[in-house]
């Protein structure tokens, strides 16, 4: 069986994509051959794992376009640029097992998201799919009005909404020595993981059922019965 394939993307720059990315590489490390494959030219994957002690799980670096098969593995994690253009999204999301999007709590970034997501679904054929995605509201600072901005749009897009990340040195902490949080002092890091906990189980439920019905999304839309003029009734979906 090849490889389950997380891919992190929003073409919005600065949102966490390469910090989630380098974090659910740490974490599956320790349930499986696992592979970083790394779409953008800035190569922030490839950095991180050069900066990584030998001496910890292993982490393949893949450079992204030049990697065809999964096989080799049993998680790949993808990461991406920003302003990715719509092909490449297509191509990625196409090969992807699972996809997730981190998003900013900010008014600017909020807007930014809602376009991204926009075309993901339209051009992406997420809904048609039923590929799983999920949404990670990434440093976050609690209880501000940007916060429940975010938290509301993303509620009138019925679109999954797994966790919010705090703001912490610790991801700046673990960037810097080729690590992710799962490998610092549980002591320092407590909170942090605690917050990934949703996250984690969401893929792992979503990897295991393979193409599984989105939350709300994979709600059938209620229908109504129209009549043809030959009398015959049709189903429509209502809007
Ligand atoms: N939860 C967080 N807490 C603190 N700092 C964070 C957090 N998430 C990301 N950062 C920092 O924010 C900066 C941008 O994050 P990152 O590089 O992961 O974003 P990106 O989406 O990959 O950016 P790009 O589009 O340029 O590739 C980095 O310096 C990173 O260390
Ligand atoms: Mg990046």
């Known amino acids: 069986m090849g490889a389950k394939q997380i891919l992190v993307i929003n073409s919005k720059g600065g949102v966490g994509k390469s910090t989630l990315t380098s974090n659910l590489a740490s974490y599956f490390s320790f349930k499986g051959r696992t592979a970083l494959c790394d779409f953008d030219r800035q190569m922030s994957g490839v950095?991180?794992?050069?900066?990584?002690?030998?001496?910890?799980?292993?982490?393949?670096?893949?450079?992204?376009?030049?990697?065809?098969?999964?096989?080799?593995?049993?998680?790949?994690?993808?990461?991406?640029?920003?302003?990715?253009?719509?092909?490449d999204m297509m191509s990625l999301i196409a090969r992807s097992d699972v996809i997730i999007i981190p998003v900013l709590p900010s008014p600017i970034d909020i807007h930014a998201a809602a376009d991204f997501i926009r075309d993901l679904v339209v051009y992406g054929r997420i809904r048609t799919t039923q590929?799983?995605?999920?949404?990670?509201?990434?440093?976050?600072?609690?209880?501000?009005?940007?916060?429940?901005?975010?938290?509301?749009?993303?509620?009138?897009?019925?679109?999954?909404?797994?966790?919010?990340?705090?703001?912490?040195?610790?991801?700046?902490?673990?960037?810097?020595?080729?690590?992710?949080?799962?490998?610092?002092?549980?002591?320092?890091?407590?909170?942090?993981?605690?917050?990934?906990?949703?996250?984690?189980?969401?893929?792992?439920?979503?990897?295991?059922?393979g193409r599984m019905p989105l939350a709300n999304h994979g709600r059938p839309r209620p229908r109504a019965v129209v009549h043809s003029r030959a009398g015959k009734p049709i189903l429509r979906a209502v809007r």
């Open 47 to 87: 950095r991180w794992l050069e900066r990584r002690d030998p001496s910890r799980r292993k982490i393949d670096s893949i450079t992204g376009w030049e990697y065809r098969s999964g096989d080799d593995y049993d998680w790949m994690i993808m990461d991406t640029p920003a302003g990715i253009t719509r092909k």
């Open 131 to 209: 590929k799983p995605l999920a949404i990670v509201a990434n440093r976050v600072k609690t209880n501000t009005a940007v916060y429940d901005l975010l938290k509301s749009f993303l509620a009138s897009l019925r679109l999954p909404f797994v966790t919010s990340l705090r703001d912490s040195q610790n991801y700046i902490h673990a960037s810097i020595h080729g690590i992710g949080i799962f490998e610092m002092d549980p002591l320092m890091v407590n909170r942090d993981i605690e917050q990934w906990q949703p996250l984690l189980r969401w893929i792992n439920e979503a990897a295991e059922k």
